[in-house]
């Protein structure tokens, strides 16, 4: 017997249509009225939070690390499966990822149709969730996405479509696994998972994104001292406009970490072109080169650098 922890957050999984065909938040979790029963599998479950997904913020995503490592190191809870509004899924589930120890699958997914709707996709990946995290063979992997029968490594998996129910994707590499009728197959699996410790979550970071003809106006707004961290959505391999480059080097001399990823969906960002504004001159400028993260999820990396005090924040940011 497998016993799984059940942590459920909000968002469309557990909403319903109204009969004007808005979606709407439930006061009583539908999931939780009709639960799976498996016979290899004791559910625990919590409601956590009853939040819509873009009103998670970084305390919430703590509290959930904090009742998960109590689940695994004193309850004795073999898995834990998290549902979740699918807008910042990434990035709770990237938050996990960096800061809660290798072991027992944590397996995060959510839905894209509400609870009441034709095609629901709600119970499924929920089903799927807790299959996978019962399962061995999804032990050691990091935080794991599941949707739509198909498993995803939190550090790269990216919503990539409104409503699509096939919206999880993860750009460049793919799916890490997938489920089947009776199995769980992986055919990936990441090289190395990173783990950070912290012990609080605060921090200003916003994600700025570059564009053509962009100028310095909206980085010389900025006041240095009100923020703890920029990240950069930059062009192509990893560059700005010339005139935007000027205004984000007062930002860094001024002591701002500044991250800086790409707005193409696939391919990791690199200092190659020495051009003014190139990745060349960004990088000597001391900005750092997040590696194939996107920028929502720069953005939770950086952050959790700076509250672990790390000496060597760039070497963290690159690696
Ligand atoms: N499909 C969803 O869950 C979207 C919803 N807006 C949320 O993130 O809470």
Redesign the pocket.
């Known amino acids: 017997m497998k016993k799984i922890l059940v942590l459920h957050t909000?968002?469309?999984?557990s909403?319903s249509e109204d009969k004007d065909g808005k979606?709407v938040s439930n006061t009583s979790n539908p999931l939780m009225t009709h639960e799976p029963e498996m016979s290899n599998v004791i559910l625990h479950t919590e409601d956590i939070f009853n939040?819509?997904?873009?009103?998670?913020t970084l305390k919430n995503m703590f509290q959930l690390q904090r009742r998960i490592l109590r689940a695994f190191f004193e309850e004795g809870f073999d898995g834990a499966v998290i549902t979740?509004?699918?807008?910042?899924?990434e990035e709770t589930a990237y938050f996990l990822d960096l800061t809660l120890p290798l072991g027992a699958p944590v397996v995060i997914t959510?839905?894209?149709?509400?609870s009441n709707e034709p095609g629901t996709d709600g119970y499924y990946n929920f089903l799927s969730a807790i299959r996978v995290a019962s399962d061995l063979t999804s032990r050691n992997r990091g935080v794991l996405v599941t949707m739509n029968a198909e498993i995803h490594a939190a550090r790269f998996v990216t919503k990539t479509h409104t409503t699509s129910v096939s919206?999880f994707q993860t750009p460049t590499y793919g799916p890490i696994g997938i489920l089947t009728h009776d199995r769980i197959v992986f055919h990936q699996s990441l090289e190395e998972i990173e783990q950070i410790a912290v012990s609080s979550v605060e921090g200003q970071v916003p994600i700025i994104k570059a564009y053509s003809g962009m100028d310095g106006s909206i980085f010389d707004l900025l006041s240095p001292e009100s923020l703890d961290g920029l990240v950069i959505e930059g062009l192509g391999a990893g560059n700005l406009p010339p005139e935007a480059f000027q205004s984000v080097k007062k930002l860094l001399n001024a002591g701002l970490p500044v991250v800086l990823t790409s707005r193409c969906f696939n391919g990791i960002a690199e200092p190659i072109y020495a051009y003014p504004g190139g990745g060349s001159e960004l990088y000597d400028a001391g900005i750092y080169f997040a590696k194939e993260i996107n920028a929502q999820k720069a953005r939770i990396k950086l952050i959790l650098g700076l509250n672990a005090h790390l000496s060597d924040l760039r070497n963290f940011i690159e690696k």
Not at 10 to 13: A, D, E, L, V
Not at 51 to 56: C, D, F, R, T, V
């Open positions: 909000g968002g469309t999984i909403m979606v939040l819509p997904s873009p009103h998670i979740h509004g699918t807008d910042t899924l959510g839905a894209m149709r509400s919206t």
